[in-house]
């Protein structure tokens, strides 16, 4: 029993390594009071990623997805990024943007908190391209 409580304590601590590894590399936030902070001032949507550490999907659309060279460019250029862990980062970010099923992203407009748009699950990089770009006219059209 001590072997096990032991393992998943590695376990998740190599998570939660992995995801501030992630953010850093990508330039995402891991605060999201920061990240919304920082989003009203330049007046660009935050993109909430929420994943877990037990979610193949999630590193899947990490690395194929997120770490594609357009898709980050896109997403650095016209978002503030944060990415957060569903279960241990629980509490800090608003609990109305949460989902069952990860990977889930969260399109959030900074100036009233409202749903921009979502995606859940895994969504390849062309597909999420559009997703962005879709994204980015609904906030454009809801400052009007």
Not at 112 to 117: E, I, K, M, Q, W
């Amino acid at each position: 029993m001590k072997n096990i409580i032991l393992t998943l304590l590695l376990c998740t601590s190599i998570f939660a390594l992995h995801i501030d590894e992630f953010a850093s590399h990508m330039g995402y936030q891991r605060d999201y009071a920061k990240a919304l902070s920082i989003a009203k001032k330049e007046n660009k949507p935050l993109m909430l990623v929420i994943g877990t550490d037990y979610c193949p999907w999630c590193r899947k659309f990490e690395r194929k997805t997120l770490k594609y060279i357009k898709v980050a460019i896109e997403v650095n250029k016209n978002f503030i990024p944060i990415v957060v862990d569903k279960n241990r980062d629980k509490g800090t970010f608003p609990s109305q943007y949460s989902s069952p099923i990860t990977p889930a992203v969260f399109f959030i407009n900074p100036n009233d908190n409202s749903l921009v748009g979502k995606s859940v699950g895994y969504i390849r990089k062309k597909d999420y391209l559009e997703k962005l770009e879709s994204i980015l006219f609904s906030f454009s059209q809801k400052g009007k």
